[in-house]
């Protein structure tokens, strides 16, 4: 990758030596108004700098809601098919640097290469399918009622869309918001987690330098309460689209609720996997343990619980245990590690803590429960991957999402006590069952209340063209990704024509 793509504040040292990156504002690279800054380290290795970044403000963010408001007549007056150029053109621009940018996300944020590959593969995959968006944008054209009339609907862009972005997919989520609202003749203003911040200013350089017009995408760093709450409450920002945990989806949503602004939620999730009598056990315990262990169990779709027909309980939790004592844990960047550290070392206390609380409340831990600090690992925010057993659907461990390798195993009785418990949680984002009855399979799809289903296939996968989000408080009732990734960041006019004749007197 060309070193002079990135926007260094000093020097021109290689992309990945540790440099001050900046906030984009109005199609400059800016300070913070504060002058302060804070530094983002490797989760594998703790005393390993990726870079400095802004601490910004209110201030900034006021600026940045400025830039963006006044590129709007502009960018909204270009057709959406020479938006979606720009959109294409930054697709191929990622993809060109598809290995450099996935090595730094796996430093920032710590999963595996493979992982990261995918994440950018994401950006990339849903680039240029959203590309193809701004020659579609179709509206409905249908008869009226009353004659000599027609009736039809165009899609509108919002304004100016303010976006906040979680650190699990650093360069997917912020790219799969970013460029429909960018499609849809909106412009933006980023504000990307502070574990994540390279990854949202390499997608942001990328976009600039497919063409992105001055003030058109701007990107501000920083704490989320502080520029959350600016960005959130801003009167000139007409949408806000936050991925995160639903405790900040709640207080996003109450104070855009105080003057009715659109608001997307995409959060959290305690995801379950159903295992059936008949199920193929080997396929299950594969499939729990790459989407429980895989990102680290950081996923927002990650199986955190496995809801088992009792007969079949120990068996697979054998196999499960087998599977997670062999996984080989390190640093993302070496090509044979399975599965890398927790995003920082807080997060390692908060998936402790609820081991201790598997612990009290009676569960049988079989495996992991621990922070990993031995040799290599010493210095990195490492956790075993964690196995429980015996829960009942009332404990914590069974309703909280703990956002770590942590698999919780439910015995049940029969499919509707599988369902019962499934549904048991404030969550419904997304759930799996292992059958190979056609029947039970087709009955779970109706049952489940969630908003992705996998049929004898793990919690985790999205695919660019078909929409993802949750039901119940995983979600506010939005979608993203497909089609629905424009709508999402648009509005529908309905335009009522006339056209009876003109009598001959006029
Ligand atoms: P988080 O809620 O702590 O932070 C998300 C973003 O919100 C960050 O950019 C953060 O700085 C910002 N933020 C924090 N406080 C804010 C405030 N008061 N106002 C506005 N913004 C604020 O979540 P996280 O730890 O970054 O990510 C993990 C969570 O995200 C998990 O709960 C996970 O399930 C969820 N998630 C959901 C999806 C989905 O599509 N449903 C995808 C990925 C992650």
Redesign the pocket.
């Known amino acids: 990758m060309a070193t002079t793509a990135f926007p260094a504040a000093e020097g021109n040292e290689a992309p990945t030596a540790p440099r001050t990156y900046l906030n984009y504002i109005g199609g400059q690279w800016r300070p913070s108004l504060s002058g302060e800054t804070f530094d983002n380290t490797n989760p594998a290795r703790q005393s390993e700098l990726i870079g400095t970044f802004q601490r910004s403000t209110a201030a900034d963010v006021d600026a940045a809601v400025a830039a963006a408001e006044a590129a709007l007549p502009a960018w909204c007056a270009l057709p959406a098919p020479a938006r979606g150029e720009i959109i294409l053109r930054a697709a191929l621009l990622l993809e060109q640097r598809q290995p450099e940018l996935a090595r730094q996300m796996t430093r920032e944020m710590g999963k595996p290469l493979k992982e990261t590959i995918g994440d950018v593969r994401t950006a990339i995959d849903f680039g240029k399918y959203v590309a193809g968006e701004g020659r579609r944008a179709e509206g409905e054209t249908v008869p009226s009622a009353l004659p000599d009339k027609m009736c039809l609907t165009v899609r509108q862009p919002l304004g100016v869309v303010g976006i906040?972005?979680?650190?699990?997919?650093p360069m997917a989520?912020p790219a799969w918001k970013t460029l429909p609202a960018l499609l849809a003749g909106n412009t933006v203003v980023l504000?990307?987690?502070?574990d994540t911040p390279l990854s949202a200013v390499n997608l942001v350089e990328i976009l600039s330098e497919a063409g992105l017009p001055a003030g058109v995408l701007n990107l501000v760093t920083g704490?989320?309460?502080t520029l959350?709450?600016a960005l959130?409450t801003d009167p000139r920002v007409a949408m806000i689209s936050?991925?995160?945990?639903?405790?900040?989806g709640r207080?996003?949503a109450e104070l855009c609720g105080r003057d009715l602004r659109r608001c997307s939620l995409?959060?959290?999730?305690k995801n379950a996997v159903i295992v059936m009598d008949d199920a193929d056990l080997d396929e299950a315990v594969a499939a729990v343990s790459w989407a429980g262990f895989g990102t680290t169990g950081q996923?927002?779709t990650a199986t955190s619980r496995v809801i088992i027909h009792e007969r079949v309980a120990s068996a697979f939790a054998e196999k499960l245990v087998a599977t997670a004592e062999k996984l080989r844990i390190g640093d993302g960047l070496l090509a044979e590690t399975d599965m890398g550290p927790l995003v920082n070392a807080g997060r390692v206390q908060a998936v402790h803590a609820y081991t201790e609380i598997g612990v009290s409340e009676g569960a049988r831990l079989l495996t992991g429960g621990r922070p990993l600090t031995d040799d290599e690992l010493a210095g990195g925010a490492f956790y075993a991957p964690t196995v429980f057993t015996d829960a009942t659907t009332e404990m914590r461990i069974a309703q909280e999402?703990v956002?770590g390798p942590f698999v919780t195993i439910l015995p049940v009785r029969d499919y509707d006590e599988a369902i019962g418990a499934a549904n048991a949680t404030i969550y419904g984002?997304s759930c799996a069952i292992f059958t190979e009855n056609a029947r039970t399979a087709f009955r779970a799809m109706r049952d489940i209340n969630a908003g992705l289903i996998y049929i004898n296939a793990g919690t985790t996968g999205a695919e660019p063209h078909l929409p993802?989000?949750?039901t119940k408080q995983?979600?506010n009732g939005h979608r993203?990704l497909g089609r629905k990734a424009v709508e999402e960041f648009s509005e529908i006019k309905t335009v009522f024509v006339s056209y009876p004749a003109r009598s001959p007197r006029g």
């Open positions: 906040i972005t979680p650190w699990n997919f989520i504000k990307p987690a502070s704490p989320g309460a959350g709450d959130v936050l991925t995160g945990s639903t405790e900040v207080h996003v995409e959060l959290g999730g996923r927002c999402e956002f984002l993802f989000g949750g995983s979600g993203e």
